[in-house]
């Protein structure tokens, strides 16, 4: 017989709960939201005469309640209220009745006056189901057999390894200030150059069999032409959006997601619109992040020697476009809104948060985690002036900094030799209110410029910062003291 197994409870259960059946924890993070949160369980083609559960809450809090309702080839069989408890209690229900139930109604239609009458079940551990004389019971009491009763066959032991992999579809909302293109195709891309101010929805394909961190793109001279989803991240529809259908779309992707959250990254300098979209769904999928995930992608010029020209568009052309777009994030309806930003982009989030501050932003809503991974920023001037209005915007800021990292030191050369906030050299930007992460051990590309999306560590380290807001002390850093002041560092 095939059974369903629907779970219904609230978020305080959803977040603080155990809930095994048969041996087998299930995910609550996937469950929907309806009103309350619903978990679908389903045993195709199951013999076995019992399903046991195992409900518990490890944590201290009220008593709660967890509807339980049983379908058996489509119908319903009977539903109870169970009380979770701090001690984990094994329920074993018994599927009595279940074969006249299937006798009696299989060849029957699936309309509802052909269907069994239910009587309401009260609270406790016992349910049943009646029509006319015929009653099936659901009973939790245990047998002095169980032993005996719940062994599994020796061939159900050990389950075969799953070769499927499984691509995935990030929906990637944009905004950008690059000039617009269409393609040969039709297609819409944009180019490196300045431009109106777009916004609109990606699809990115992201490949199954991928290592965390790693980025695979199409060669540059297959950009827009390759759809090879099993190897590369592919770029697959790039759709614009008027303002009130954009920010819509994003309340109901936030919405539908348990945290109710948006992350917005800002890309560096020397990245193209495909490389700033794909990489924010890379860092989507790698963080497991179920909400709304956002990119601004200003206009870098996509060449190394054309440094100084990005600059003058990070700083400043691009400001007023981040700080709308945050506001409006804001009224989607996200509870949690975090930052990341790369090298360069640094300057426009900075830039844009200490401007909310001024406006007094931060008085109504504070950003939840800003994420600087290798600040291309005076080092000086980032802890005397921005630090501390960065601070009044966000619960937690979090700055990465390398001793490898090669571009930094470029353009610190370009500076006149001035230290960049993202760059460990004899000395590290420290800056009160902000966790500094010296993540020198885990630089491990080309440049040591992008380990923040390319190193397991770094992005275990960002998950747990967007997903459950750890201090250092509660993640794998270690503490370091330089002075009066502390720092932190990978083990």
């Given at each position: 017989?095939?059974?369903?197994?629907?779970?219904?409870?609230?978020?305080?259960?959803?977040?603080?709960?155990?809930?095994?059946?048969?041996?087998?924890?299930?995910?609550?993070?996937?469950?929907?939201?309806?009103?309350?949160?619903?978990?679908?369980?389903?045993?195709?083609?199951?013999?076995?005469?019992?399903i046991?559960?195992?409900?518990?809450?490890p944590?201290?809090?009220?008593?709660?309640?967890?509807q339980i309702?049983?379908?058996?080839n489509?119908?319903?069989?009977?539903?109870m209220?169970?009380?979770?408890?701090?001690?984990?209690?094994?329920?074993?229900?018994?599927?009595?009745?279940?074969?006249?139930?299937?006798?009696?109604?299989?060849?029957?239609?699936?309309?509802?006056?052909?269907?069994?009458?239910?009587?309401?079940?009260?609270?406790?551990?016992?349910?049943?189901?009646?029509?006319?004389?015929?009653?099936?019971?659901?009973?939790?009491?245990?047998?002095e057999?169980?032993?005996?009763?719940k062994?599994?066959?020796?061939?159900?032991?050990?389950?075969?390894?799953?070769?499927?992999?499984?691509?995935?579809?990030?929906?990637?909302?944009?905004?950008?200030?690059?000039?617009?293109?269409?393609t040969?195709?039709?297609?819409?891309?944009?180019?490196?150059?300045?431009?109106?101010?777009?916004?609109?929805?990606?699809?990115?394909?992201?490949p199954?069999?991928?290592?965390?961190?790693?980025?695979p793109?199409?060669?540059?001279?297959?950009?827009?032409?390759?759809?090879?989803?099993?190897?590369?991240?592919?770029?697959?529809?790039?759709?614009?959006?008027?303002?009130?259908?954009?920010?819509?779309?994003?309340?109901?992707?936030?919405?539908?997601?348990?945290?109710?959250?948006?992350?917005?990254?800002?890309?560096?300098?020397?990245?193209?619109?495909?490389?700033?979209v794909?990489?924010?769904?890379?860092?989507?999928?790698?963080?497991?992040?179920?909400?709304?995930p956002?990119?601004?992608?200003?206009?870098?010029?996509?060449?190394?020697?054309?440094?100084?020209?990005?600059?003058?568009?990070?700083?400043?052309?691009?400001?007023?476009?981040?700080?709308?777009?945050?506001?409006?994030?804001?009224?989607?309806?996200?509870?949690?809104?975090?930052?990341?930003?790369?090298?360069m982009?640094?300057?426009?989030?900075?830039?844009?948060l200490?401007?909310?501050?001024d406006?007094?932003?931060?008085?109504?809503?504070?950003?939840?985690?800003?994420?600087l991974?290798?600040?291309?920023?005076?080092?000086?001037?980032?802890?005397?002036?921005?630090?501390p209005?960065?601070?009044?915007?966000?619960?937690?800021?979090?700055?990465?900094?390398?001793?490898?990292?090669?571009?930094?030191?470029f353009?610190?050369?370009i500076?006149?030799?001035?230290?960049?906030?993202?760059?460990?050299?004899?000395?590290?930007?420290?800056?009160?209110?902000?966790?500094?992460?010296?993540?020198?051990?885990?630089?491990?590309?080309?440049?040591?410029?992008?380990?923040?999306?390319?190193?397991?560590?770094?992005?275990?380290?960002?998950?747990?910062l967007?997903?459950?807001?750890?201090?250092?002390?509660?993640?794998?850093?270690?503490?370091?003291?330089?002075?009066?002041?502390?720092?932190?560092?990978?083990?």
């Amino acid at each position: 017989m095939n059974v369903t197994i629907i779970l219904e409870f609230a978020e305080e259960v959803r977040t603080r709960s155990v809930i095994v059946i048969n041996g087998e924890k299930l995910d609550l993070n996937r469950s929907k939201y309806d009103g309350n949160f619903r978990l679908i369980y389903e045993l195709k083609n199951y013999k076995h005469r019992y399903i046991e559960f195992m409900l518990y809450s490890p944590t201290d809090f009220t008593t709660r309640n967890i509807q339980i309702t049983v379908i058996i080839n489509g119908r319903r069989f009977g539903s109870m209220v169970e009380k979770l408890t701090r001690t984990p209690t094994v329920q074993k229900i018994k599927l009595s009745g279940s074969d006249e139930w299937e006798r009696k109604y299989s060849e029957h239609s699936e309309s509802e006056s052909q269907l069994p009458k239910y009587r309401k079940v009260k609270k406790g551990s016992n349910w049943r189901t009646q029509q006319g004389t015929n009653e099936s019971n659901v009973s939790t009491e245990p047998s002095e057999y169980s032993y005996f009763e719940k062994q599994k066959p020796r061939e159900d032991l050990l389950s075969k390894k799953s070769d499927e992999v499984k691509n995935t579809e990030v929906e990637v909302f944009y905004a950008t200030n690059r000039k617009k293109k269409i393609t040969k195709k039709n297609r819409i891309t944009y180019t490196n150059s300045r431009g109106d101010l777009s916004i609109g929805k990606c699809l990115v394909s992201v490949p199954g069999d991928r290592s965390k961190g790693e980025f695979p793109l199409p060669a540059w001279y297959l950009f827009g032409s390759s759809t090879d989803e099993n190897n590369y991240i592919i770029l697959k529809e790039v759709s614009e959006l008027g303002p009130k259908e954009f920010f819509n779309q994003i309340g109901e992707k936030v919405n539908f997601s348990p945290e109710k959250d948006a992350f917005l990254f800002v890309h560096g300098y020397n990245v193209s619109f495909t490389e700033s979209v794909s990489r924010a769904a890379q860092i989507a999928v790698d963080i497991g992040f179920n909400g709304a995930p956002l990119v601004y992608s200003w206009p870098s010029r996509k060449n190394m020697f054309w440094y100084t020209a990005d600059e003058a568009t990070a700083s400043g052309y691009s400001t007023d476009d981040i700080i709308q777009l945050l506001i409006q994030i804001r009224k989607t309806g996200a509870e949690r809104i975090h930052i990341i930003a790369h090298s360069m982009g640094n300057r426009l989030i900075t830039d844009a948060l200490r401007s909310l501050v001024d406006q007094g932003f931060n008085k109504d809503f504070l950003f939840n985690q800003i994420i600087l991974a290798a600040p291309d920023i005076d080092a000086e001037v980032f802890v005397k002036q921005i630090a501390p209005k960065l601070v009044q915007s966000s619960e937690r800021v979090t700055m990465y900094a390398s001793g490898g990292d090669i571009a930094l030191w470029f353009s610190a050369g370009i500076h006149g030799k001035i230290l960049r906030a993202g760059k460990v050299t004899q000395e590290i930007a420290i800056a009160d209110g902000i966790d500094t992460v010296d993540a020198s051990k885990e630089t491990t590309d080309l440049l040591g410029h992008g380990y923040f999306a390319h190193n397991s560590a770094l992005i275990d380290d960002i998950f747990q910062l967007t997903r459950h807001g750890l201090s250092p002390a509660d993640r794998n850093l270690r503490k370091k003291e330089s002075g009066e002041h502390t720092y932190w560092e990978f083990w």
